[in-house]
């Protein structure tokens, strides 16, 4: 029990391999939280995260919306921050600074066509990204974003020009704003990624009562938190059903109990993000031992074992 | 109740400072305790929301105090009684206004406001406080007449010379420091909150500061307003820092993290 309250987050029960790359623990921070300061992404390896997702860097700088930008919502949060970012360009120190932290760390790219994409994730890697995670899937950024993950021949354009210029693995992160998740993840696998992230967040609103307005000021902005996880997990259960490459899980993974219910479903790894508004940095420290303790429960010896069970008859 | 999300309030009551400075009142309803240094989330729903420190609390009302800056602070500093903005918070960590019996309080321009909130529930509860109150010319000057409606005794200076002491706020202090404080707070200009850290360190005395950074989230989530190279996030871990931290923040008077994220040398 005392291995597991080591702050390095490191236990050999619940440590994975995914694409080659070893995450001490299956518990990933998610990209656009704090992420996007190497400084900051240090504090959540020490507070004992597997890895971490950096924030979307884009080929432009961006200066992302005018507050508010977020807001809190029953069951999760609302945000339309706009993906600011000071462009690919200008990101090596923040990679540099946050592989100090002793994990994996993974680099979120956006852009708006394929040679745009390749160029930023080439340079990501350049930087010491030890994966690409494309996002495709932003609901609220104009012409990128969920727009290419929601035109699949684009899509395929850009995963396969990214996965033709870099020798990291490439992740993408899918969007459910689309008729069929499991068509988006076959398009990705069929285009050579490497991995699948899901989800992202869902396209919603909230609008005040007392003034009539819209809250956030682009209008629409992404749902995440405990209100979109059994989405989340139905995601995850049909894309292991129909791809062969890794699912990480991400949407509402407050605790370790919701956690195990995405790696049931079929995860490999899960990304924490919203979560840590309710629970600080010591979510994951909370997260490890639950895990380790779950495992050690049912019989099992280490995280790998109780993927995608829910799926046995 | 939602936390996080903005509670539309409305204005009792204003107050002009200074030329730049306007001071809200605003009606809330069974609202927290506010530690000073915390700050609210204040929207204006025709323009953005921005994070600004109380500057006082007393029953069903909270009141802020606003710079005049930029066109959010323009709008909201423009708002007629009768009118409402949207309010989420108290957001951070406050002053240490126990630790300390003899407080020297140091404030530049409207960083004065967190301070006059300290410095009233410092004199509730018995503590000795005096105040260097700093701008850049007498115009700028705020809060006078609240410190010494308490009773406050203020050590005035302007970069100018136009009233009080001719210089900086930290140079004063050096001139009045060895008058048995025990703990400075300081809101200002980085660079005066640095030098006044120096000058605390020197003679052992407790100090704490209150930092600014752009913000979005308010409550530690997004990481726009993380301060290099510790991490810090200055509505979550701060606004206000001790000593022993500021100084290990070596951006601090040197360079800032913009909107966009990127680091610019100040």
Redesign the interface.
């Known amino acids: 029990m005392e291995q597991s309250r080591r702050s390095d987050g490191a236990s050999p029960q619940t440590a994975v391999q995914l694409c080659g790359i070893e995450f001490p623990n299956p518990f990933i921070l998610a990209s656009?939280?704090?992420?996007?300061?190497g400084?900051?992404?240090?504090?959540v390896a020490d507070a004992g995260a597997g890895g971490a997702v950096t924030?979307t860097v884009s080929y432009e700088?961006?200066?992302?919306y005018?507050?508010?930008?977020?807001?809190?919502?029953?069951g999760g949060?609302l945000n339309a921050?706009g993906i600011?970012?000071?462009?690919f360009r200008?990101f090596r120190?923040?990679i540099v600074?946050a592989k100090l932290g002793g994990i994996p760390v993974i680099a979120s790219a956006m852009a708006k066509n394929p040679e745009e994409f390749a160029m930023v994730a080439a340079a990501l890697e350049d930087y010491g990204a030890n994966a690409i995670e494309l996002n495709v899937s932003c609901p609220h950024v104009d012409r990128m974003g969920d727009q290419v993950g929601q035109d699949s021949s684009l899509l395929k354009d850009v995963v396969q020009a990214v996965t033709s210029k870099v020798g990291i693995p490439v992740w993408v992160k899918l969007t459910p704003n689309v008729s069929s998740i499991v068509e988006e993840g076959i398009v990705c696998e069929e285009s050579g990624a490497d991995a699948l992230v899901a989800i992202n967040t869902l396209k919603a609103m909230t609008i005040?009562v007392?003034?009539f307005?819209p809250?956030l000021?682009n209008r629409f902005g992404g749902l995440s938190g405990p209100a979109i996880r059994t989405v989340a997990v139905r995601c995850v259960y049909e894309l292991y059903e129909n791809v062969s490459i890794p699912v990480i899980g991400v949407g509402g993974v407050t605790d370790w109990r919701a956690a195990v219910e995405f790696f049931l479903a079929g995860a490999q790894a899960v990304q924490v993000g919203?979560s840590?508004?309710y629970s600080?940095l010591d979510i994951f420290n909370d997260l490890n031992v639950g895990l380790q303790s779950f495992i050690r429960k049912k019989g099992f010896s280490s995280t790998s074992d109780i993927v995608g069970l829910a799926h046995k008859r | 109740m939602l936390k996080h999300k903005p509670q539309i309030v409305e204005i009792i009551d204003k107050r002009q400072e200074s030329v730049r400075v306007t001071t809200l009142y605003i009606s809330v309803d069974n609202y927290p305790t506010v530690v000073p240094g915390q700050f609210v989330m204040v929207w204006a729903p025709e323009a953005e929301e921005i994070p600004l420190a109380v500057s006082e609390q007393r029953e069903s009302v909270i009141a802020i105090s606003i710079d005049r800056v930029g066109p959010t602070t323009e709008i909201l500093c423009s708002k007629t009684v009768g009118e409402v903005v949207g309010l989420r918070g108290p957001y951070g960590r406050g002053f240490d206004l126990k630790s300390g019996s003899n407080y020297l309080l140091v404030g530049s321009g409207c960083g004065v406001s967190p301070l006059i909130f300290a410095s009233s529930r410092l004199k509730e509860s018995g503590k000795k406080v005096d105040m260097v109150i700093d701008a850049r010319s007498k115009e700028e000057l705020c809060f006078i007449d609240w410190a010494e409606k308490m009773g406050i005794s203020t050590f005035i200076s302007t970069h100018d010379g136009s009233m009080g002491f001719r210089g900086y706020g930290s140079e004063l202090v050096k001139e009045i420091i060895s008058g048995g404080y025990d703990f400075v707070l300081s809101c200002g200009p980085e660079p005066m909150m640095r030098e006044v850290n120096k000058t605390c360190i020197k003679l052992k005395i407790m100090f704490q500061s209150s930092l600014e950074r752009y913000m979005r989230c308010g409550f530690g989530l997004c990481g726009s307003c993380a301060i290099d190279p510790t991490g810090h996030l200055v509505c979550l871990d701060g606004p206000v820092f001790d000593g022993e931290t500021l100084s290990k923040m070596s951006s601090i008077g040197n360079s800032k993290r913009l909107r966009n994220g990127a680091v610019k040398k100040i």
């Open positions: 656009g939280v704090l992420g996007i300061a400084s900051v992404i240090r504090r924030k700088p961006r200066e992302g005018d507050n508010p930008v977020v807001v809190e919502v029953d949060f921050v600011p970012n000071p462009g200008h120190d923040e600074t005040d007392d003034t307005k809250i000021s919203t840590i508004a600080g």
